[in-house]
T-cell receptor, first 116, second 112 residues
Framework: EPEVTQTPSHQVTQMGQEVILRCVPI?????FYWYRQILGQKVEFLVS????????KSEIFDDQFSVERPDGSNFTLKIRSTKLEDSAMYFC??????????????FGQGTRLTVV | AQSVTQLDSQVPVFEEAPVELRCNYS??????LFWYVQYPNQGLQLLLK??????LVKGINGFEAEFNKSQTSFHLRKPSVHISDTAEYFC??????????FGGGTRVLVKP
């Protein structure tokens, strides 16, 4: 079965530092997403991305966040100046249709970000 | 806007017993409904989804769910659980937008 790959699995960073979370979506998918889950809380939508631009973003996704598809295979989430409250599990997802109601939509294993 | 409520945060159950995880949603538009499972230290895996058609949906690992539009519910059931079903289960809706809205999750602990 195809899978979405995220690296690293766990990252520890100092408050104020920049981090880049990386994702390799399914090769023929066109729609990409980032979600996060703060420990003990709901999985929350951050951003969706299609055709090299953001389709939709939540209020969480403020100016410290950015996404990029730098080449044909990677999809990255950058947090410019990390805060303690950014500590969470970050999930990447990709789908072959808008939303998750298409034929295929997969989540990655997640990157656990710890800001100290 | 849509929201999802999972009424039980934790459900302990004995092996081979049935389990039902409750999910209610609210939305002003038609929705597509999903259940995801997260095993310890793993990502989110799709169990099943309702897009249209029969309101009873069968998924992987013997799970099924029933869409009830009048009660705005999408409860997940399994007639006989195994130890390996110990995991966290998330209900989610896609309200014809471009994202999923998740419930708070239900942690299932299967005891021998």
């Amino acid at each position: 079965e195809p899978e979405v790959t995220q690296t690293p699995s766990h990252q520890v960073t100092q408050m104020g530092q920049e981090v880049i979370l990386r994702c390799v979506p399914i090769s023929n998918h066109l729609y990409f997403y980032w979600y996060r889950q703060i420990l003990g809380q709901k999985v929350e939508f951050l951003v969706s991305f299609y055709n090299n631009e953001i389709s939709e973003k939540s209020e969480i996704f403020d100016d410290q966040f950015s996404v990029e598809r730098p080449d044909g295979s990677n999809f990255t989430l950058k947090i410019r100046s990390t805060k303690l409250e950014d500590s969470a599990m970050y999930f990447c997802a990709s789908s072959d249709n808008p939303g998750f109601r298409g034929t295929e939509a997969f989540f990655g294993q997640g990157t656990r970000l710890t800001v100290v | 806007a849509q929201s999802v409520t999972q009424l039980d945060s934790q459900v302990p159950v004995f092996e081979e017993a049935p389990v039902e995880l409750r999910c209610n949603y609210s939305s002003s538009v038609s929705v597509y409904l999903f259940w995801y499972v997260q095993y310890p230290n793993q990502g989110l895996q799709l169990l099943l989804k309702y897009l249209s058609g029969s309101t009873l949906v069968k998924g992987i690992n013997g799970f099924e769910a029933e869409f009830n539009k009048s009660q705005t519910s999408f409860h997940l059931r399994k007639p006989s659980v195994h130890i390996s079903d110990t995991a966290e289960y998330f209900c989610a809706v896609d309200a014809a937008g471009n994202k999923l809205t998740f419930g708070g999750g239900t942690r299932v602990l299967v005891k021998p």
